[in-house]
Every structure is written in C-alpha cells, then in structure tokens.
C-alpha cells in the first residue's frame, strides 16, 4: 500500500525526516510514535501526497504522488493533525461538501453523511454549527469526513491528542471497527498506550529517523525487561543518589527527575533487594514495561515532554 | 452500524479538473448561503445612496457649474459601478483567502483531497468572479432605473466591470496569500484602495490632476476600468480605446492569476 525508500524531507537547511524506509501493507494498523518534532507530520504530508518529498522514492498504491496526486488522494482518507473543519457550517454540511470534493454525487454524500454520522455517534447533532462541539465531538466527525470517500488507507496524525480518556476510547473503539473492515490505517502518536492498543507494527522515530521497529510487544521483549519497579522518592530529596546507591543491582537503571526506573524481570524480588540495601523509596510500583520504556531506552528520553 | 460499501473497494476515478474547480467553488457557494442576504441588500443599498448623494445631490450643484460639459449623473454613475466592483473583488479576495490558508483552513481540508492548488485557486477566484457579476448587475439595474444609461451598449459594462474586479481580485489573492497575517489588509485598503477609489477618475476626470499624478492614474487599473465601463454605460465607447482597456485589464488579470498560483504552491507547501 505505502512503499518508500530513502524518504526525506528537508526545510531549508533543516532535515525533518531524514531518509526513512517504510512498507505498509494492506489492512495492518502502522504507527508512527515519536516526541514532538519527530517528523511524524511531516511524514504523514508526504504520504498524503500534499508535501513534495526532497528526496527518495515514494508509491501510494502502487503509484507515484508527483504524477497522481489526484488519484491517490481520491483513494486515501486523512485526519490531520490540527482540524480543518468549517466552523460556519454544520456538521452535516461539513460532510456533505467535503464528499462532493471527490467527485461524488449529491444523492450519494447525502447517504454516506447520515451513516458516517450514525458511525461517529453524532446523528443528533447533524443540524448543528461545528463551533460549538467539543474536542472529541469534532474529532470524530474529523474521522467521519475522512471516510466520506471510502478510502482505502486512513492517515490519522495524532487523532486522540488533547481529548479526554473517554473520548479516547470511544475513538479507539471506531477505529477498531474500520481496521477490521480492512481499511490500511497509519497513525502517528506520542501516546504509547494508544501504539499498543491499535498498532500492530510500528516505528519509533525520533528526530527524523527510525530508532526501532517491530510489533508492540516485539519491541518490548527486544528492547526492554518483562517488568519495571520505579521507586518514588520525596521531591527534596536528591535522587541520583540512590542511582549511585543501587547500582549493578539490575541490568539497567533510569534516573528520572522524579523518580527511578529499575529494568528487572522479578519486580517483587527487586524490590526487597532494594529495601535490603537501606534505600527507603516514598513509593513503589512494579508495572510491565511499555513502549515508553522502550522509548527511553532508545533516546534516553521521554515520549511526553 | 454499517458505513460505507463492503471491501475490496470499487475503484472510482479521480474527478478530472473542471469537476474537482466546480467542486471548490462550490464550498464557496455553500458558505455564501450563510451571508447572502445582508450581500444583497447592500448590493442595492449602495448605488442607491451613491447615486442619491453625489449623482443627484451633488450633481445639481456641479452641473450648475457647467464645466463638465454633461450631467454629472451621467458621469459618475458608471465610475461607481467599476470602483464598486474593484471594491468587491477586494473584500471577497482578503480576508477570506487568510482564513483558507490559515484561520477555517478550508484549502488545506481541500488538499487533503483530490484538490489540487490550481482547483482551489480557480474555485475560488470563481465565486470571486460571481460576487463581482451579481454586484455590477444590480449596480447597472439601479443606474438604469436612475435614467442614467441611455445606451444599450450599457449592458457590456457588466463584463467589464467583472473584468475590473478580477483585475485586482487576482493580484491580491496572491499579496494574501503572501501575507503572514492580516495587518497588510489595512494597508492595502489605506495606500491601494481608498486613493485609487477617489482618484481614478471616477468622480472627476484624472485631467484635473496634477500632471504627474494623472500619469499614475493611467497606469492604475481602475482608471481603465472606469473608463470603459464609463464608454459602455453612455455609449461612447470607441473601438481601439476599449480595446486597449480590456487587454490592460486582461494582462492584469492574468499576471495576477499566475502570481497567485505560485504564492498558494508555496504557501500551502509550507503551512501544514
Ligand atoms: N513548514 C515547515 N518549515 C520549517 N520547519 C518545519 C516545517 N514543518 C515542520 N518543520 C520542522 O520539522 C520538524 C518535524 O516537524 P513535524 O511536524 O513533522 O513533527 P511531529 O513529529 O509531527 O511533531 P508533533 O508531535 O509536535 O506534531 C520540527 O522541528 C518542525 O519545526
Ligand atoms: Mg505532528
């Protein structure tokens, strides 16, 4: 579905995505997780055949944006990062012009609306100006318009940020339901929750490369431990000393502002041994490792900044 | 809790150009629906009190003074209706291509699309073209009622002053479009406009000018607007003259359309 090789995009002197491959292939879920300036827009401009790329090679469906823009688009749906929904209109007429802008009858956008507002839960607010909607509210109806031409890839940049955990999960639950119907979705995130619950492969990026690639939780049994003990500590206290402290007792320590991060596969053990060292944490909790973990192995940061 | 057809999807073509151009412009049609009445009113409204004021009321005064050599109605009458429509075309061809590009964002929705630049651009430099046809139209329907186009020729004047409108509408799509945010519209409208509104000759011939000032009367293209608008309306118009006005106009336009297009490429390149 998504071929490229070699893919960049430059600003001027700055390289924003900084010679990528990816293979995309039809009805996977594909992310692109990364911190904020990774590159995953930019990326995701480039595959939504809007932003030329400076260099590399570059097939939707088989065909090259530079010639067929068009008709890729005509083939993709997209969900940006920021809306561009019309505040003026009503929902329902945001659905109905943005169809006839791929060639679809009146009659036809007219059917579509109403089920892609039945889909995205929003039927009763049809007759309704966008303005006033909340975040989640035009979000999904920012999803209910990039379905409007039955696209065969859906390019969703950050759908769930800045909405609330059960606007989110309403989201996720939607778009579940279009993977399943097989449509090829490719995301981008700075969630990793988000990365695991609908990704079934995805890369890390950071600063316009890939760091690591893999399932989700491929990428957890390569690049992390099967579980995580962080100990909290009393803001006046100084943590990097009980870093110092509790050195060479598992593989890998993280030294976080706020709180250390211990890679172990037996939180529980861990844990005593800690305490049998003298070091009185605030708090502990021993959780399975996650993507962000992975993240911070990668980059020696953190995913939400 | 069905959407949309079964897979594999049907393969549907691409609508060509003038499709993917019809469909923009009708976005703007759409959002017209929501303001077109107060347009029309103050379509009327305006050559109405214009025509009141000045053609009259102030023409009285002027024709007493005889130095005219004709009614001042007369005169005024088809300067007003190209100035309106360069007013027109200012208004649709500002803020509304700022907001496109940057506050609804309407062309970047539209990119995402099979749209592209060049259908965006036309689509909207379309209605554009719309609004200015409607305005001139009433405006030549009220300067008719007033008895002030006692030529049939008087119904050219519409096109030309479509032609006038889309001599500036174009050129200043592309300074909006190039502009990183409204504060050049008031310039525009104070240095550009407004001068070019009160010394055009539309409400006394640019020969009263000083001679250096008339010269860049000449040049500016409401000046040619006026003109042939004013040629139409009485049915003075002579051949080569108008000629000479349309193909200025036109090289304006034209010039326009081709900056616009490469300040919405690059603009809308960059602007995610
Ligand atoms: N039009 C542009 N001109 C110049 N630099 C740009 C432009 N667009 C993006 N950049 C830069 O490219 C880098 C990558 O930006 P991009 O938007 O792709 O990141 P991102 O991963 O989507 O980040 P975020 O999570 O904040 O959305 C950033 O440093 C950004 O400042
Ligand atoms: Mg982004």
Known sequence: M???RGLTKRFGEFTAVDGIDVDVLRGEAFGFLGPNGAGKSSTMRMIGCVSPPSAGTLRILGMDPAADGPAIRARLGVVPQQDTLDLELTVRENLLIYGRYFGLSRALVRERADELLDFVQLTDRAKDKVEPLSGGMKRRLTIARSLINDPEILLLDEPTTGLDPQARHTLWDRLFRLKQRGVTLVLTTHYMDEAEQLCDRLVVMDKGRFVAEG????????????EVLELRFRADEDISVYGEKLAGLVERIEVLPDRLLLYTDNGDRTTEEVHARGVRPAGTLVRRSTLEDVFLRLTGRTLVD | MTTTTARPVQQRPAPGSVRRTAAALEYWLVQYRTVWR?????????PVLFLTAMGVGLGALVDDAGRLGGEYLLFLAPGLMAATAMQTAEFESTYPVMGGIKWIRTYHAMLATPLGVADILLGHLLFVALRVLSVASIYLLVIALFGAAPSWLALAAVPAALLTGMAFSAPIFAFSAGNENDAGFAALERFVIVPLFLFSGTFFPVSQLPDAIEWVAYVTPLWHGV?????LVLGTAELGVSVAHVGYLTVCTVVGVAAAYETFRRRLEKTG
């Open chain 2, 227 to 231: 003109e042939l608008c004013r040629g």
């Open chain 2, 38 to 46: 107060g347009t029309v009113v103050s379509g009327v409204l305006t």
């Open chain 1, 2 to 4: 998504i071929h490229a």
């Open chain 1, 215 to 226: 399932s989700p939780r491929e990428l957890i049994a390569r690049y992390s431990t099967r």
